[in-house]
């Protein structure tokens, strides 16, 4: 379970990480003017991930799930956003 606490505080980090990143980016433009105006006219493609689970790792996944809530690592609203994002294939919103 220590391994799940580190993969849910590493996931919970990511929207301190990106404001620090933007931060840095912002200070490197402003100390770097012609780097951000080449940056400006490029088009950037995101094509958010899907997953892709077979039956046997989804069930997998809900089993680690139920875990997680007995253990109160996770609440059951999150639980329920992973469990609905498994059977779509897409991933889980925030």
Do not use: W
């Not at 990480?17 to 490197?28: C, I, K, L, T």
């Amino acid at each position: 379970m220590a391994e799940v606490r580190h993969a849910l505080s590493v996931i919970d980090g990511y929207p301190k990480r990106f404001e620090d990143m933007v931060a840095s980016q912002n200070e490197f433009d402003a100390n770097y003017p012609d780097a951000a105006k080449r940056r400006e006219n490029h088009e950037y493609k995101c094509d958010p991930p899907r997953l892709a689970l077979t039956p046997a790792l989804a069930e997998r996944l809900s089993r680690e799930l139920d875990r997680c809530l007995k253990e109160e690592l996770i609440d059951i609203v999150k639980a329920d956003d992973l469990r609905q994002a498994m059977t779509a294939g897409r991933p889980p919103t925030k």
